[in-house]
C-alpha cells in the first residue's frame, strides 16, 4: 500500500506541539516528508533551545506517522534551526488529500532559511556522492576523483559522511585525529586534499548508536564548525542507501549535484534509481551515472572479463535521462592502494587505471560543474 507525503503531513498535523500549542504541520515544522518502501521518513525542524524537551513530541510524532496503513517504518529526525520563518505552512486539508488551492506549502529540499545558510563558508560547490547500494566503490570513486580535481589545480576537501562505516581515514592513511581550538574542528591534509572524516571524531573503540539528532548535529558540525579553508569544490563520501545523511545533507546546505555510482549488475542499478529518485525528490541535481568495476583485465593474460555485465549504467543513465560520466575498471591495485592508504591516482597517477577517474575530473570540469 501506498502512502503519500500529504497522508505523512495529515499524520502530522494530529500531532501537538505543546510549547507552540499548535500542531506540527501548522507550526511549519516539518520538513522532506518521504515515503519509500515501507519507511514514512520525515524532519522536524526545532528551535534549538527546545531540542531536549522535543524527544516526546518526536516520539508521539512517530507514532502518528506509524499508525498509518502501510507504513512498515518510521524514521523522524529532529533538527535545529535559525529563527523560524513566516509564512507558515498550511496543514492538510480535513478529510484527507492535498490541501484545497495547490501543492502543500512545503517543499521538499526547500528550506525556510535564507538561502546564504545553506552555504558551507569558503566552499565553493558541493558534489554528494552517493549509490543506493553498499560496496560499489563510493568512497573510492570519491578520494580518487577529489585526488584528480586536486592534480587539476582544483582547491578540494573531502568529507567522509558515512557515520556507520567511514573509510576515508584508511584510504587516506590518515591516523592523526583533527584538533579543535574551542571553536572550530581543524582538519587533516594528505594527498593534496583537505579531509575530515566524521569517523576520526568518534571514541575509537565505543559503539555509538546515533539517533536522529545526534546524527544530524555530528552532520552539521562537519559541515559548519570544520575550518575548511577556501575550497573549489568539497566531495560527500555518502554512506549507501537513501537515509538521513543524504537528506539531511541536502537539507542543510546547497548542494551543487549528485553523483551516483553504480556497478553494472541489474541489483546495483535497482538501487542507482532509488537514489536518484531520491535527490530528485529533495530537487538536488543529478549529474550522471558512474559506472565502477565496469570492466576486469586480467593480469596475467590481458583478457577483459566483465565480471558483473557491462555497460548497465550506459543504458540506465539513458533510460533516466542522465548523463553517463564514464566507466572505472576492476583493478586489484586500485582496491591494494586504497587499503594501502594512496589513493591509485596520488599512487600512481599515470596507471591506466588512474586516467579512469582522471577523465572524469575533466569532464567535470570541462562541463562547468567544478
Ligand atoms: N574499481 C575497483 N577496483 C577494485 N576494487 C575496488 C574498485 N572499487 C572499489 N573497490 C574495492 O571494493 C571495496 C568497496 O569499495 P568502497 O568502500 O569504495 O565502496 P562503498 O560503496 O563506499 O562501500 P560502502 O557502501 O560500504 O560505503 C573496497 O575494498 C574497494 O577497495
Ligand atoms: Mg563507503
Redesign the pocket.
Known amino acids: 500500500m501506498s502512502v503519500t507525503r500529504e497522508d505523512i503531513l495529515k499524520a502530522l498535523s494530529r500531532v501537538i506541539d505543546p510549547g507552540q500549542g499548535k500542531d506540527l504541520v501548522a507550526a511549519d515544522m516539518v520538513r522532506a516528508p518521504v515515503f519509500e518502501n515501507g519507511t514514512a521518513r520525515f524532519i522536524l525542524e526545532v528551535d534549538p533551545a527546545r531540542g531536549r524537551e522535543m524527544g516526546p513530541v518526536l516520539q508521539a510524532a512517530e507514532a502518528a506517522v506509524g499508525a498509518l496503513p502501510g507504513v512498515e517504518k518510521v524514521q523522524g529526525v529532529l533538527t535545529a534551526h535559525g529563527p523560524a520563518a513566516a509564512p507558515a505552512a498550511r496543514a492538510p486539508a480535513p478529510g484527507g488529500g492535498a490541501p484545497q488551492g495547490g501543492a502543500p506549502n512545503l517543499k521538499i529540499g526547500r528550506h525556510p532559511q535564507p538561502q546564504a545558510s545553506r552555504k558551507i563558508a569558503g566552499v565553493d560547490k558541493i558534489l554528494a556522492?552517493g549509490?543506493g547500494?553498499?560496496?560499489?566503490?563510493?568512497?573510492?570513486?570519491?578520494?580518487n576523483l577529489a585526488v584528480a580535481l586536486a592534480q587539476a589545480g582544483k582547491r578540494v576537501g573531502l568529507l567522509d559522511a558515512?557515520i556507520?562505516?567511514p573509510?576515508q581515514a584508511r584510504?587516506l592513511g590518515l591516523t592523526e585525529r583533527p584538533r579543535s581550538d574551542g571553536d572550530t574542528i581543524i582538519p587533516l591534509h594528505a594527498h593534496g586534499l583537505t579531509a575530515m572524516s566524521i569517523g576520526l571524531m568518534l571514541p575509537e573503540d565505543e559503539a555509538v548508536i546515533w539517533r536522529g539528532p545526534m546524527l544530524m548535529g555530528a552532520l552539521q558540525q562537519m559541515m559548519n564548525q570544520v575550518r575548511w579553508g577556501e575550497l573549489d569544490v568539497l566531495v560527500v563520501?555518502?554512506?549507501?542507501?537513501t537515509g538521513d545523511v543524504a537528506l539531511s545533507l541536502c537539507q542543510k546546505a546547497e548542494v551543487t549535484g549528485a553523483l551516483i555510482?553504480s556497478t553494472p549488475q541489474d541489483v546495483a542499478l535497482l538501487d542507482a534509481k532509488k537514489a536518484v529518485a531520491m535527490f530528485r525528490k529533495l530537487e538536488t541535481p543529478v549529474l550522471g551515472l558512474i559506472e565502477?568495476?565496469?570492466v576486469?583485465v586480467c593480469p596475467h593474460c590481458g583478457q577483459p572479463s566483465h565480471i558483473f555485465g557491462h555497460d548497465g549504467a550506459k543504458a540506465e543513465a539513458k533510460r533516466l535521462g542522465l548523463p553517463f560520466l564514464g566507466e572505472?575498471?576492476?583493478?586489484?591495485?586500485?582496491?591494494?592502494?586504497?587499503?594501502a592508504g594512496a589513493p591509485i591516482v596520488s599512487a600512481a597517477p599515470d596507471a591506466p587505471?588512474s586516467k579512469?577517474f582522471r577523465d572524469l575530473a575533466a569532464k567535470l570540469i570541462e562541463n562547468g560543474v567544478v
Do not use: C, E, W, Y
Open positions: 556522492v549509490s547500494k553498499g560496496g560499489v566503490g563510493k568512497s573510492t570513486v570519491s578520494v558515512d556507520h562505516g573509510s584510504m563520501d555518502l554512506p549507501p542507501g555510482v565502477n568495476m565496469s576486469f572505472i575498471p576492476l583493478h586489484l591495485d586500485i582496491r591494494v592502494s586504497g587499503d587505471q579512469a
